[in-house]
């Protein structure tokens, strides 16, 4: 039978190291590229909240491995119904795999078993794993034992979410890499008015962006109430 191929994805182009702001996560980062380049653990579990960057640093860890000549693989498990697992034949030969919501296949039988087993052909191979996951892994309703033993092999990372301090400068920051300015109380303006999620705060700064260029206009706290103000009456 001919070997299946593991689904393509595609990288996202803006979720490096190098744009994420790490806040409190230095290590994590420090941890997740010394793994993908081979110099620290073979096997990583990263766990937190939604919205607090773990698809990010999964996708960054695919581009630090390309970067260095290295395959690599990532699926967010959540994105869709889970496909056929078949789909992991055949990744036991990359040299970097990713997993985003590892929880996902929690209760499906055949998708344990199969990840099991790419799990153990994989390691055999001396290959980096990487998953995340939105609980640590004694926590995860996996069934088959072996499976969840394996889990908790290698590094478990908890990734620590940024306080107001940290977003205010991580808006900042992304807001410089993106070309523009946003002054600190502009900043804070948006924390206390606006959606505090990482993902929707980058959505919004999107939008700023387009109506600063647009208007000619820097982001001052009045420009925001305008464009805010719009935004709720459309």
């Given at each position: 039978?001919a070997?299946?191929?593991p689904?393509?994805?595609?990288?996202?182009?803006?979720?490096?190291?190098?744009?994420?702001?790490?806040?409190?996560?230095?290590?994590i980062?420090?941890?997740?590229?010394r793994?993908?380049?081979?110099?620290?653990?073979?096997?990583?579990?990263?766990?937190?909240?939604?919205?607090?960057?773990?698809?990010?640093?999964l996708?960054?860890?695919?581009?630090?491995?390309?970067?260095?000549?290295?395959?690599?693989?990532?699926?967010?498990?959540s994105?869709?119904?889970?496909?056929?697992?078949?789909?992991?034949?055949?990744?036991?030969?990359?040299?970097?795999?990713?997993?985003?919501n590892?929880?996902c296949?929690?209760?499906n039988?055949?998708?344990?078993?199969?990840?099991?087993?790419l799990?153990n052909?994989?390691?055999?191979?001396?290959?980096?794993?990487?998953?995340?996951a939105?609980?640590a892994?004694?926590?995860?309703?996996?069934?088959?034992?072996d499976?969840?033993?394996r889990?908790?092999?290698?590094?478990t990372?908890?990734?620590?979410?940024?306080?107001?301090s940290?977003?205010?400068?991580?808006?900042?920051?992304?807001?410089?890499?993106?070309?523009f300015?946003?002054?600190?109380?502009?900043?804070?303006?948006?924390?206390?008015?606006?959606d505090?999620?990482?993902?929707?705060?980058?959505?919004?700064?999107?939008?700023?962006?387009?109506?600063s260029?647009a208007?000619?206009?820097?982001?001052?706290?009045?420009?925001?109430?305008q464009?805010?103000?719009?935004?709720?009456?459309?």
């Amino acid at each position: 039978m001919a070997q299946q191929l593991p689904l393509h994805f595609e990288f996202r182009a803006n979720q490096t190291f190098n744009d994420f702001f790490p806040g409190a996560n230095q290590e994590i980062v420090t941890h997740l590229q010394r793994c993908v380049a081979g110099l620290g653990e073979q096997q990583i579990f990263l766990w937190g909240k939604t919205g607090q960057g773990k698809s990010h640093l999964l996708q960054a860890c695919c581009h630090q491995a390309q970067n260095q000549k290295l395959s690599s693989f990532y699926f967010d498990l959540s994105s869709a119904e889970l496909p056929d697992p078949l789909m992991l034949n055949g990744l036991d030969e990359y040299d970097v795999v990713c997993f985003d919501n590892i929880e996902c296949i929690a209760g499906n039988a055949a998708w344990e078993l199969a990840f099991f087993n790419l799990f153990n052909q994989h390691r055999e191979r001396g290959h980096k794993l990487i998953v995340s996951a939105s609980s640590a892994p004694n926590d995860i309703a996996i069934r088959l034992p072996d499976l969840k033993t394996r889990l908790n092999w290698g590094l478990t990372l908890r990734i620590q979410p940024l306080t107001d301090s940290d977003r205010i400068a991580a808006l900042i920051f992304k807001a410089d890499q993106m070309g523009f300015e946003i002054a600190p109380q502009a900043g804070r303006f948006l924390l206390t008015h606006y959606d505090r999620d990482l993902a929707g705060l980058w959505a919004l700064l999107e939008k700023l962006d387009r109506a600063s260029l647009a208007a000619k206009r820097k982001l001052t706290i009045p420009f925001l109430k305008q464009i805010l103000n719009e935004d709720s009456h459309d």
